[in-house]
């Protein structure tokens, strides 16, 4: 079965310091990864995916995560962050169960900006 | 397009009580899915359905019951109502859910409050 681990369930950070949030998983197969962004009162957006290829995935709003396979993890950067990245981020895995897509999300990590 | 949407976006139940969460969505998707978002929990997926009149249980799926009579509508039944059912319900929805790593596009989420 697969699964994920997000270590970090809240962290605060002052506007323009870097940001880290770890995501590790595990499935002994192909997996898709993905990092999802709620923003207060609102749905799940998309900040970025990883298929395959280069493991150093851009995506929206000058975030970027890695794959690094050898350590079954995705962590998510910023190099700088600001107010209005005050948010929830979720990681899942993806793979495929029965033919269709079993997507399986970690416990989200709260990220507080203070200006 | 409307993308995803849901209603009602907040309800009150008491206990015993029935009622459906409406969810729909233009995009022709086939795959649509619901999930419950708890503290501290994440996201876990409830039921899913992969076409008209086809559809699967998912982590959590006691408690609840959904159809799906047509590609564009996935309601969620809750016929008696309990406080653990007290929660965020996001409806979701992907293209075919046959390729791994497929987009879910996120419905704006019903907040229901069990007494």
């Known amino acids: 079965a697969q699964s994920v681990s997000q270590h970090n369930h809240h962290v605060i950070l002052s506007e323009a310091a870097s940001l880290e949030l770890g995501c590790n998983y595990s499935y002994g197969g192909t997996v898709n990864l993905f990092w999802y962004v709620q923003y207060p009162g609102q749905h799940l957006q998309l900040l970025l995916k990883y298929f395959s290829g280069d493991p150093l995935v851009k995506g929206i709003k000058g975030f970027e995560a890695e794959f690094i396979k050898s350590k079954f993890s995705f962590n998510l950067r910023k190099p700088s962050v600001q107010w209005s990245d005050t948010a929830e981020y979720f990681c899942a895995v993806n793979s495929l169960s029965g033919g269709y897509q079993k997507v399986t999300f970690g416990t989200g990590t709260k990220l507080q900006v203070i200006p | 397009n409307a993308g995803v949407t849901q209603t009602p976006k907040f309800q009150v139940l008491k206990t015993g009580q029935s009622m459906t969460l409406q969810c729909a969505q233009d995009?022709?998707?086939?795959?649509m899915s619901w999930y419950r978002q708890d503290p501290g929990m994440g996201l876990r997926l409830i039921h899913y359905?992969?076409?008209?009149?086809?559809?699967d249980q998912g982590e959590v799926p006691n408690g609840y019951n959904v159809s799906r009579s047509t590609t564009e509508d996935f309601p969620l039944r809750l016929l008696s109502a309990a406080p653990s059912q007290t929660s965020v319900y996001f409806c979701?929805?992907?293209?075919?859910?046959?390729?791994?790593?497929?987009?879910?596009?996120f419905g704006p989420g019903t907040r229901l409050l069990v007494l």
């Open positions: 359905s992969v076409g008209a009149g086809i559809t």
């Open positions: 995009m022709n998707h086939e795959y």
């Open positions: 979701a929805s992907s293209y075919s859910g046959q390729v791994v790593g497929e987009t879910q596009y």
